[in-house]
Every structure is written in C-alpha cells, then in structure tokens.
C-alpha cells in the first residue's frame, strides 16, 4: 500500500479481501488451527513453511491489523501485543538480556518509567535516564559499552515534551544502537518516525487507534533499517543461532523481518501477551477513522488551548500547537499537521480551584484515560500522583494545581461551553 497516502492506508491496508470474501477484517476466534498430516504440521514448527497453528504464535485477525498499523508507519514488519506495556517491553527485552543497558528519555510515560527503572532492572538490564531537552553532548555521556538500545516518545505522556526525533537518531547510531519511539500520541497520521531516523515504532493502541476506550493493546512495528550484523556479536540473538528453535539464525532466515520474528516465535512464545482476535478486530474498525479523528481532535485542541490561554483564572497552557510553547518550533517540523488532542493547563487557584473545576464539569468525563473520541479529564495530584505530597510532585514536573486534559471530537463550542462554565466556579 506503499502508493496511498495515509488517509487511504488507514481504511484499507492490511486486507485485501478476494472475491465474495468478508469486507471486514474477518474475527478468527480460534486458538489453534487444523493440518492433514503430520509433516505438514511440523514444518509450521522448524519454521520452514508459513502457517498458522496456535493464536499465542499468530492468528489472521491479529496479523492483518498488524499489517494495517506497519502500512501506516512504513515498517516491513509488525506485531501487536496484549497492552502498550507489553509492546514496549518486548522491542526492548527483544535486543536486551542481563548485563545490558538503555538509555532512555526521562519524560516518558510513567509506565514504561517504572518498567525500565524497576522491573527491568531486577532482570539485570540498567537504564539511565536523560533529559531529551539536553543538548546532544550531553546525552551522549549516558552510554556506556554494554548499551543495546536508546528509547523516547514523539509527544511525551503526560508531559507533552515534543522529542527531537533527528538528534535522538544520531546520538542512538552514532553510538552503533537503534532508536525505539513510542509513537501513541502523535499516530502515524501526524508523524512517521521512520522517516526522522527511528528504527523501531511502538504503540499503545489503546489511545488514539483504537480512539473509543474498547480494547487495551499494544504494537510493534519495524523499519527493517537497523544492520544488526554491523556490529559483531552485539545482537546475538538476532545473528546467532537459537538454541531454543533447532539453531535458527534470525537474521539469516528472515532478512529484514528478522527483529519482528524473533519477538513473535521466541518473546511472544514464551511470555504470551497475545491480543485477542476480538479486540484486534475492534481496534482494526478504531484504525479506519484515525486520520479523520487525529484532525479533528487537533482542530479542537488547538481552539481549546487558546481558549484557556485567555481565561483570567488560567495561569499557563502547555500546548505544542501554540505559538508561545517550549515545543512550538519542533512540533512544526516532525508534526506539521498538528499534534494530538491532549493539553495540560494550571490554575492559578491551585489544587483547590481544580478540583472544584473538575466536579463542575458536565461533558467531560474523569477518567484514567487520553486519547479518546469523548472528552477526558484527570487531575495528576488527586489521581494518577495521589500518593505523592507537594515537593515530591514538584519533583516529578506535577503541580497540585495541573489538569490534564484530553480534547475528544465533540462539537468544540460545546467543550469550551463546559469549561466555561467549570471555570466560573474555579
Ligand atoms: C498508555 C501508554 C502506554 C501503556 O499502554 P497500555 O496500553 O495502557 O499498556 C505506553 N506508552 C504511552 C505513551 C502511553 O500513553
């Protein structure tokens, strides 16, 4: 689907139906599927023959979403998982094993700030954290020998930090490792890593491509631009044989798609986070109106952050879409349509005037949630950062008085109509 342009890709790649067959993605609710003889079956197993035997492996479903969001990307290969959480650690657990080391953005999701500081950790992998601010001198100093891999995200959840995509690609290959960019808030439609120098993409479907909070779900996607040979027995469980699948050598046997393989017959194998064909399936109709949605919520967004950045009560907006933001002039180069749909906004009442704004709200909703077709609220000091006090969320770039705010594609007078409203009695 190389020809298309985006809008076209995310209605139809990935699935070509032939005649008289479904027009939708088929739903291949079945965990495992039917061979005539023996040898038949176990050529599926050496891996000699492509085929499918059991959904934790791969399921026609799940593989022709996972080819629609690779067309969107402009990848070679892609696979989904069960949660955003379980993408991001497989592209880095994929390339990493004890005694390893990352070097990742500091501003990135708390999730994925936990999973690398903490839980990777007690397997034996170090991260070392960098402000993606920091000029490239000084984010060089973070790698050491045993760095595998460097790891940011395009719009930074929930900070809004927008990342310099090229500097980040040149420090990661300067230093021989590829650069993974969790892509979720801008989507594809608004940004392709790959195109800034990135190697490898991933995704928390949950947010904007699936857009209608159905389904938790992850996504890995390739460039196939990363020359794991280059580099000697660096990536040996790529160009190596594997023990654990008869000595297959990933790269030998599979050529570009050998980063997407072994993360699919070996991590996914053995680890399981296997979407069900059901939600890949409701992700796949969420995927057909992500362009159109992705520019409405930016049209929204940008109407209501110059809303709030006029209003008396408000004391600052964090915005890229706004000409005054930190990330203005990097949003217009990576995102030149626009960025997403979420803000975040101070007032100057501080932590009581937004909760009382919050519980003045009538449209949109409190949720742990972004990225969605309905408006979402969250204030971090009350929610997401409850156990933390003042000087803590200091630290962590949280005011008491912060709200995070996700613009949805409702009529955009009426979102402002409610903020109004809410703010009044802020
Ligand atoms: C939500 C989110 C995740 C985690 O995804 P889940 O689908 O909730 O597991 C990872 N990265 C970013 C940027 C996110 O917004």
Known sequence: MKDYSIETKCVRAGYTPKQGEPCMIPIVQSTTFK????????????????????????????????????????GVAGMLTSSGQAANFYAVFNICEAGDHIVAASTIY????????????????????????????EIAKAFRPNTKVMFAETIANPALVVLDIEKFAKLAHDHKVPLIVDNTFATPVNCRPFEWGADIVTHSTSKYMDGHAMQVGGAIVDSGNFDWNAYGDKYHGLTQPDDSYHGVVYTERFGKAAYITKATVQLMRDLGSIPSPQNCFLLSVGLETLALRMERHCYNADRVAHYLNDHEKVSSVIYAGLEGDKYH?????????????VISFELKGGREAAVRFMDSLKLATIATHVADAKTMVLHPASHTHRQLNDQQLKEAGVSPGMIRFSVGIENVEDIIADLEQALTNA
């Open 35 to 74: 061979y005539d003889s023996t040898d038949d079956m176990g050529q599926l197993f050496a891996l000699e023959k492509e085929g499918y035997f059991y959904t934790r492996l791969q399921n026609p479903t799940n593989d022709a979403v996972a080819a629609r969001i690779t067309a969107l990307e402009g």
């Open 329 to 341: 002039e990097l949003a217009k180069k990576y995102m030149p349509k626009g960025t997403c749909g």
């Open 110 to 137: 708390g999730g994925t700030f936990n999973l690398f500081g903490v839980t990777m950790k007690k397997l034996g992998i170090d991260c070392t954290f960098v402000n993606p601010d920091d000029p490239a001198e």
